[in-house]
């Protein structure tokens, strides 16, 4: 049998699809899924972004609410309000404009995790943790002020 049929006695590959898909398809896909983590990296920020100007907007509120409803352990809810608006407002640019990513989705992790286990049970929790882990865990990306900067000091110190 000639090494181009396939064992149908036809002359196209079975195979030659698959082949195609993973010689052509694979690698361009591989190729864009810096895109696929930048979008995650701006929808996980703008959810805590937007949470903390809320609070900053309505101040008092803010601290009623760190008082009545969330009720940190261990914090007043003043410094419990204090510091979660800060993490809200610092560490999703960080994550967003990829520079201490690693860091700033540490924070947002830390900070879901107090959210999950002291105010409320949201499944969507489980998907922020997940998109925080892989940040944390895989780096921001190539569309990230961590890769420029990454890339400029190996061009300069080779490190």
């Known amino acids: 049998?000639?090494?181009?049929?396939?064992y149908t006695g036809r002359g196209m590959n079975l195979f030659f699809p698959i082949r195609v898909i993973n010689q052509k398809v694979f690698p361009l896909l591989n190729g864009l899924?810096?895109?696929s983590v930048l979008g995650l990296r701006?929808?996980?920020?703008n959810i805590f972004w937007i949470?903390?100007?809320l609070k900053l907007h309505d101040w008092q509120g803010t601290i009623a609410l760190?008082?009545?409803?969330y009720k940190v352990p261990l914090l007043?809810?003043?410094?419990a309000a204090m510091l979660g608006t800060a993490t809200e407002l610092t560490a999703p640019i960080l994550v967003a404009?990829?520079?201490?990513?690693?860091l700033g989705a540490g924070a947002l992790l830390?900070?879901?995790a107090i959210i999950e286990f002291t105010y409320m049970h949201f499944d969507v929790h489980v998907i922020w943790a997940l998109v925080l882990t892989l940040i944390i865990l895989q780096g921001p990306g190539k569309l990230s002020l961590d890769h420029i900067i990454r890339q400029q000091l190996d061009k300069k110190f080779g490190v």
Do not use: H, V, Y
Request: aromatic share 16%; net charge negative; charged share 20%.
């Open 33 to 35: 899924s810096f895109l």
């Open 110 to 112: 830390f900070m879901t």
């Open 51 to 53: 949470s903390g100007n």
């Open 66 to 69: 760190f008082a009545d409803e």
């Open 42 to 45: 701006l929808w996980i920020a």
């Open 97 to 102: 404009f990829g520079l201490g990513a690693r």
């Open 1 to 6: 049998m000639d090494k181009k049929q396939n």
């Open 76 to 79: 007043p809810p003043e410094l």
